[in-house]
């Protein structure tokens, strides 16, 4: 029962191990997934995020003039990498993603980041950016790219 056990834990090492790394869409200068849209108003792109968010099951988190982030429980894998990373058994996961907006020459540079949240049983918070995760880096930036098309229509 030990061999087969052991057996079985090295290939899945070995599957897992070997797995194709996902490569980053882009290399922004912030580090974060990020786009310019034409749109100089702002409060015109934040309606549309948050339509958007908002059918995907978010809640706006918070929102002042440069900044607005949404927030919804962690679902599926976020759930583990939230208890591994920054949380434990007991902590409620939340997923967030911010996004801060800069006036450039062009437009406006959105750039968004991805967070997990763990909220402990005593109160205390811990949060950590899912930048370095290239799968979720590449959704952010995917989406930017989907809402900086829908802006130009």
């Not at 056990?5 to 997934?33: D, M, N, W």
């Not at 059918?55 to 440069?66: M, Q």
Request: aromatic share 10%; hydrophobic share 40%; with cysteine.
């Amino acid at each position: 029962m030990i061999k087969k056990t052991i057996i079985f834990a090295a290939l899945s090492l070995l599957i897992v191990g070997c797995a194709p790394q996902v490569a980053k869409l882009t290399q922004t200068q912030s580090g974060s997934p990020e786009v310019v849209v034409a749109e100089k108003d702002i409060d015109k792109i934040k309606q549309l995020m948050i339509a958007e968010h908002l059918n995907h099951g978010y809640e706006i988190s918070s929102d002042t003039k440069y900044n607005i982030s949404f927030k919804r429980a962690a679902k599926g894998g976020e759930d583990y990498i939230a208890y591994f990373s920054v949380g434990n058994a007991y902590s409620t996961n939340y997923r967030e993603n911010s996004y801060t907006f800069v006036g450039v020459p062009d437009g406006t540079k959105i750039i968004g980041t991805p967070y997990i949240i763990a909220h402990m049983p005593m109160g205390q918070v811990n949060k950590s950016t899912m930048n370095g995760n290239a799968k979720m880096y590449n959704i952010i930036q995917e989406w930017l790219f989907d809402l900086r098309d829908k802006l130009k229509n």
